[in-house]
């Protein structure tokens, strides 16, 4: 893997943002509990609950995987309709000889 250039780039963008991302959280349970004067077990319970929300996104992101795989087994003709509504068009310009 380290032979690779493209991979060693990746591993070291990765090793990169995991170091700063670790410091970045050691740093947010300073500030929220000596600036933000937050107590130490509501600062718990905050991590506590971003950590459920992360486990309960991924298995909202599983589940929504699995359905539109399920639904492109089927066929395109068999999806849901999506109707989005048409985009808006902007104000009418004015003509350059109103501006000056």
């Known amino acids: 893997m380290v032979g690779n250039p493209i991979l060693r780039k990746i591993m070291a963008c990765t ?3 995991n170091l700063f ?4 959280g050691a740093i947010d349970i300073v500030f929220l ?16 609950l971003a950590a459920l929300g992360g486990i309960a996104g991924g298995v909202l992101s ?3 995987a699995r ?3 399920s639904g492109l087994q089927r066929g395109p003709d068999q999806l849901p309709a999506v109707h989005l509504p048409a985009a808006a068009d902007g104000p009418e310009p ?3 000889a109103a501006l000056t």
Do not use: C, K, Q
């Not at 509990?33 to 506590?48: E, K, N, Q, S, Y």
């Open 15 to 17: 090793a990169t943002a």
């Open 21 to 24: 991302n670790s410091m970045a």
């Open 33 to 48: 509990i000596r600036v933000l004067h937050v107590r130490p077990a509501d600062t718990g319970l905050l991590f506590a």
């Open 62 to 64: 599983g589940r929504m």
């Open 67 to 69: 359905w539109l795989g």
């Open 94 to 96: 004015e003509p350059a």
